[in-house]
T-cell receptor, first 114, second 111 residues
Framework: DGGITQSPKYLFRKEGQNVTLSCEQN?????MYWYRQDPGQGLRLIYY???????QKGDIAEGYSVSREKKESFPLTVTSAQKNPTAFYLC?????????????FGPGTRLTVL | GNSVTQMEGPVTLSEEAFLTINCTYT??????LFWYVQYPGEGLQLLLK?????DKGSNKGFEATYRKETTSFHLEKGSVQVSDSAVYFC??????????FGSGTRLSIRP
């Protein structure tokens, strides 16, 4: 089955530790995205990548980093510089980056920093 | 800048009731508009979309019409089911891969 996988589903970390969230897709999509979702709020774009080896900052990139070394993979690192990292993180992908390119979402990772 | 405003929830209805979730937008030009649905513990799924003014998107009994005069894209369903309980997000395509999402409306349907 084609789709997007995110792991783990739940993640707990101590304050001050970096943590990396996994996102893999086998849809052969060029574009991939990371969003953050907080209770009662919509999704906010952290980073996006339109093609391998290239990525751009979204609206709330501070304290986060990404890489796009393979088409299928777009891992997100939440660094200790992120002031409030506890949130639900969603990865998405799309064929391209145009207005008619549907974004497909993974099931999400809930990160809790203790 | 571009933005989306949708009605606050939670919205609680009885099964077979009529549903409307209001959504208005602010944007330059005429961006594509979307409704996404998020079931408990899952990621988002595209429910329907409209790419130009007066277009009607529809899926699974849900409908929304792109109204440029009122800058609105309200979600409607004639008869809701318990399985429709979820969080619904209105969104618009801004530019350069960016989709701007509303804050979401939680819908609960009583049997």
């Amino acid at each position: 089955d084609g789709g997007i996988t995110q792991s783990p589903k739940y993640l707990f970390r101590k304050e001050g530790q970096n943590v990396t969230l996994s996102c893999e897709q086998n849809l052969n999509h060029d574009a991939m995205y990371w969003y953050r979702q907080d209770p009662g709020q919509g999704l906010r774009l952290i980073y996006y990548s339109q093609i391998v080896n290239d990525f751009q900052k979204g609206d709330i990139a501070e304290g986060y980093s990404v890489s796009r070394e393979k088409k299928e993979s777009f891992p997100l690192t939440v660094t200790s510089a992120q002031k409030n990292p506890t949130a639900f993180y969603l990865c998405a992908s799309s064929v391209g980056a145009g207005p008619n390119d549907e974004q497909f979402f993974g099931p999400g990772t809930r990160l809790t920093v203790l | 800048g571009n933005s989306v405003t949708q009605m606050e929830g939670p919205v609680t209805l009885s099964e077979e009731a009529f549903l409307t979730i209001n959504c208005t937008y602010t944007a330059t030009g005429y961006p594509s508009l979307f409704w996404y649905v998020q079931y408990p513990g899952e990621g988002l799924q595209l429910l329907l979309k409209a790419t130009k003014a007066d277009d009607k998107g529809s899926n699974k009994g849900f409908e929304a019409t792109y109204r440029k005069e009122t800058t609105s894209f309200h979600l409607e369903k004639g008869s809701v089911q318990v399985s429709d309980s979820a969080v619904y997000f209105c969104a618009l395509y801004s530019s350069a891969s960016k989709i701007i999402f509303g804050s979401g409306t939680r819908l609960s349907i009583r049997p």
